[in-house]
């Protein structure tokens, strides 16, 4: 039996999630747009053994080898506003964070969604998760569904080229790493849980548990945003999701919706 297929045979009775296995596919996330577009329930999933072109924020290439990491995406139907959908970016980073947490590894969270190194060392900061949303709005302007693309690093012993710095894994953490179908199962429970929250309690109770993880705040940083580049002191986070930026000589945070946030401290 293929790698790929024990994940799904676990999973299958494990989680509530209809799952899509395959041994190698462009982008789960192209595979779950399809599954969407074609009906597909909420709580799907897609995962790959490999990915050829996997990507995430701003289209960026995601190292997504044979058997290296966890690659999925979840497809969501939420009883949520089509604005409120960035939420479930933040709460996909919490759900990741927080199994990390579970299993014992130190995570912490970069806005708005990247999952990284928490505990100081040379790994510190470095990233263990990307994670990248799309949504589709129906005619009648309801939110159709959230497919949330999560690429977990887990059993890569080092990274090269542009990676080489930025880039860590579960492996380069410790030698006992759980497996893909363990880390699966543990994220979907949460994201569920997530759609639960969100869709009984709104935000804040996710924002409370974003905040706990949250790296940086207190630190400088600079943000790349569409107003140009944003240097200040991360200060919060908003009740929308929202960064909030402390400049200097301002008596107001400055409020960022979506950037790319780099810490100088």
């Known amino acids: 039996m293929a790698e790929i297929e024990k994940v799904v045979s676990i999973l299958r009775q494990q989680c509530l999630w209809e799952i899509h296995g395959f041994d190698e596919v462009g982008s789960t996330m192209?595979?779950?747009?399809?599954?969407?577009?074609?009906g597909a329930p909420s709580l799907t999933v897609?995962?790959?053994?490999?990915?050829?072109?996997?990507?995430?924020?701003?289209?960026?290439?995601?190292?997504?080898?044979s058997g290296e990491g966890l690659w999925m995406t979840a497809l969501v139907r939420p009883h949520i506003l089509p604005e409120q959908a960035p939420w479930f970016t933040l709460g996909a980073a919490v759900a990741v964070a927080e199994s990390l947490v579970a299993f014992g590894y130190p995570a912490g969270i970069k806005w708005p969604n990247d999952v990284l190194v928490a505990q100081e060392g040379p790994?510190?900061?470095?990233?263990?998760?990307g994670i990248r949303a799309e949504m589709d709005v129906a005619e009648d302007g309801t939110l159709s569904w959230i497919n949330v693309g999560i690429g977990l690093n887990l059993l890569q012993e080092q990274f090269e080229g542009s990676l080489k710095d930025v880039a860590a894994s579960l492996r380069m953490l410790g030698e006992d790493v759980p497996d893909r179908a363990q880390c699966a199962c543990a994220v979907l429970d949460k994201l569920e849980e997530m759609g639960d929250i969100f869709e009984r309690e709104g935000f804040a109770p996710v924002r409370r548990r974003w905040l706990d993880l949250a790296l940086g705040l207190g630190s400088e940083a600079t943000v790349r945003d569409i107003e140009g580049e944003q240097r200040g002191v991360v200060r919060d986070l908003d009740e929308e999701g929202h960064?909030?930026?402390?400049?200097?000589?301002?008596?107001?945070p400055?409020?960022?919706?979506?950037?790319d946030l780099v810490f100088t401290s």
């Open 123 to 129: 790994l510190f900061r470095r990233k263990l998760c």
């Open 243 to 252: 960064l909030l930026l402390d400049r200097a000589g301002e008596s107001q």
């Open 46 to 65: 897609v995962l790959a053994d490999r990915q050829t072109a996997g990507r995430g924020r701003y289209d960026r290439i995601w190292s997504s080898a």
């Open 30 to 38: 192209t595979e779950a747009r399809r599954l969407a577009e074609a």
């Open 254 to 259: 400055y409020r960022i919706v979506a950037g």
